[in-house]
């Protein structure tokens, strides 16, 4: 027998404790098989954020360090300046970037810092218990936006990985979503050029992923992909919003 | 090695930067602005990382990111951007990150006044940030001792793998003393065993998250060991003509200049007053006060009163101890303390 | 035959390998596991031809895909 898929040797025996059908599931595991392929095991340090994803240290083998809410970037440049040869990953979720750690976010990319940034867009805050996010949709209803978010009291939802491309330090943004088998592939994709940009020793790279948050939602896992699709990505179109430009 | 001129935050910057931290990141913010000033402005060859960051928060972020790199990694600030940095002295000592970080008094509360200060003696001693936890505090009161003490953070911050401030004030910050630097000194790299270097042969992973009540208290009580450790080890004071005063000044900083020269006139006067001067503020050096009932103790502070309980909690009597304080950015000159000390201890003020 | 193995007390029934598989090898299983799930089976696995989308679609790495090599093209 050929061996077509195994669990990536990078991620450890752990049981995830994210809910079933989570969109952090598949991309922990796309992060384990990137890890796997490229054997960067022993440099990776891999930074975790507050939110669901918070435990994620358990579920790989690499080193690791949770940052406080928001302060994932920061943390990061800290490791990335103090050792520019690991390979650095910072991983947030909406309410860590787009909340409380905008400023980091946000100068991380102002400076140029070289290391790839993924970031969780599931428009809620699931680990609190599904309050409103920034990116949560016009009219979603969370725990604090229980008629629906309103425009008037709330403001607009916040597109990160067009903000990100704005910027010359950020060399490269991409939208991704894990709905659809293809665009599974995608994200793999997107998320390993993220990788290789790092490792090649350019600015900056951002892979935005719209994940489904079956609880947050109240939705089951293949009806929360649908809604993914549906409304998510009108407000959240997938695409490249900075090419970026890598000397082979 | 011979002496030098210098301003005391260039003086610290640059002690710092010969203890091998060569990585800096901070927040301009008066009266310590010099330092990342000095760090920027260092020639290539010395190989310094300075980022100029967004905030406070972000600055004591990126301190325990390098930290947690296994570097030496430095941040200094004043009394409103070290507020800002609390949640990060909280997490940094749950952490058991060894971070030196430099708060330069000023007057507060909110965005206050710019000259001496001793108003961040509660934020930095009592934790401050969230939960049970302390910090090293190491208070100098001279640009030589803040030389000195720099450049023992760094040890004392890898000896027990806790994070130091060196606690300084406006009035050390700017004014120029005659220095003798320590000399350039490299450090082993990881600073500590858990530092983030890779998992080639050992895994290594920092959190401040608990996993359940069981997990998180043994996890505090660790911490509690950790701290009872320094507090038996590290207590640091210097006394001066102490054994004999009937009244005992305690000062830290700038102003235990000024109780110096207030205990010469005092003996001038024939009053029999010493200084008690602590050197660690965290932890509080209760050991300097045993064999010493009976005395007065007058505490001369720049706030409105925040050593002054420490004080009463290291003595006998706590009826025994008086304070007194200038806030808003006065210090008060050696007459004026020695007529306060006049005043209260009953004596006639001579000539 | 190729296979698909499904780590029984991994998985969380989110069903993604029984929605997207091609050929509908997988269906809902009826054993309840550790975690309280019912984890799917690969009840048509004469069907499968080892793409693994089911694997890199599952959010808990529960599954492995094997391609039978000795098997005889048709």
């Known amino acids: 027998m050929k061996t077509i898929y195994e669990r990536p040797k990078a991620l450890q025996d752990t049981f995830f404790k994210y809910c079933g059908g989570c969109g952090h599931g598949i991309i922990n595991r796309i992060i384990g098989e990137l890890i796997d392929e490229k054997k960067c095991l022993d440099d990776t340090v891999m930074v975790w954020p507050i939110g669901c994803s918070v435990y994620a240290d358990q579920y790989f083998h690499a080193d690791a360090i949770c940052a406080l809410h928001g302060r994932a970037p920061a943390v990061g440049t800290g490791l990335k300046r103090a050792e520019p040869d690991k390979l650095i990953i910072v991983y947030q979720g909406d309410g860590d970037m787009v909340s409380e750690g905008m400023a980091e976010i946000i100068h991380a990319a102002i400076r140029g810092e070289k290391f790839s940034v993924i970031f969780m867009n599931n428009a809620i805050y699931g680990m609190t218990g599904g309050q409103m996010a920034p990116t949560t949709l016009e009219g979603q209803r969370t725990t604090t936006s229980p008629f629906g978010r309103a425009i008037e009291n709330s403001g607009y939802p916040v597109n990160m990985a067009e903000i990100m491309a704005k910027f010359p330090g950020c060399v490269y943004s991409e939208r991704v979503a894990v709905n659809t088998p293809a665009n599974v592939a995608a994200a793999k994709r997107a998320i390993n050029k993220a990788f290789d940009l790092q490792l090649a020793g350019k600015g900056l790279s951002f892979v935005e992923v719209l994940s489904p948050c079956p609880t947050g939602w109240g939705l089951k896992p293949v009806m929360a992909q649908q809604w993914v699709a549906e409304k998510m990505m009108p407000i959240y179109p997938l695409g490249v919003f900075k090419n970026p430009e890598v000397a082979k | 090695m011979a002496k030098q001129f210098l301003q005391g935050n260039k003086a610290l910057a640059e002690t710092a930067i010969r203890s091998g931290c060569r990585i800096f990141f901070g927040y301009p913010i008066t009266p310590s602005s010099e330092i990342p000033e000095y760090y920027a402005a260092q020639p290539k060859e010395r190989k310094v990382t300075f980022i100029q960051a967004e905030t406070e928060v972000s600055a004591f972020n990126m301190v325990a990111g390098a930290v947690a790199a296994g570097r030496r990694a430095m941040t200094a600030t004043s009394g409103p951007g070290f507020s800002l940095g609390q949640e990060a002295m909280s997490y940094m000592t749950a952490a058991g990150l060894p971070a030196v970080i430099v708060d330069v008094m000023r007057p507060g509360p909110a965005d206050g006044e710019i000259l001496a200060s001793q108003g961040d003696y509660f934020q930095v001693t009592k934790g401050g940030g969230h939960g049970d936890y302390n910090v090293i505090v190491l208070a100098p009161y001279s640009v030589q001792e803040a030389c000195d003490l720099t450049r023992k953070a760094f040890e004392l911050a890898e000896k027990h793998g806790n994070p130091v401030v060196v606690l300084s004030d406006s009035t050390i910050a700017k004014m120029c003393e005659s220095v003798e630097l320590p000399e350039e000194i490299s450090y082993k790299v990881p600073t500590f065993s858990g530092a983030l270097t890779g998992c080639k042969d050992k895994r290594h992973v920092i959190t401040t998250c608990g996993d359940g009540a069981a997990q998180w208290e043994k996890f505090n009580l660790n911490l509690q060991e950790r701290f009872a450790k320094i507090r038996e080890e590290e207590q640091k004071w210097d006394a001066v003509q102490v054994e004999d005063a009937d009244v005992v000044m305690v000062s830290f900083g700038s102003v235990a200049r000024v109780a110096l020269e207030t205990v010469e006139i005092a003996r001038e006067h024939g009053l029999k007053v010493g200084l008690l001067r602590p050197i660690t503020l965290w932890p509080f050096p209760e050991k300097a006060f045993a064999g010493l009932d009976g005395k007065k103790f007058f505490v001369v502070e720049l706030n409105a009163g925040q050593m002054v309980q420490d004080v009463k909690l290291s003595v006998k009597n706590k009826d025994d101890v008086s304070y007194y304080g200038r806030f808003g950015g006065f210090t008060p000159t050696p007459l004026e303390l020695y007529e306060e000390i006049c005043k209260r201890y009953g004596k006639g003020a001579s000539k | ?74």
């Open chain 3, 1 to 74: 035959m190729n296979e698909v193995r499904i780590e029984f007390d991994r998985c969380k029934e989110c069903l993604y390998c029984v929605t997207f598989c091609p050929k509908k090898v997988l269906v809902p299983g009826d054993k309840i596991n550790k975690q309280g799930y019912y984890t799917p089976v690969p009840a048509h696995i004469e069907n499968c031809i080892a793409c693994a989308t089911c694997a890199r679609m599952c959010p808990d790495g529960a599954i492995s895909v094997y391609k039978d090599v000795d098997k005889k093209e048709v």
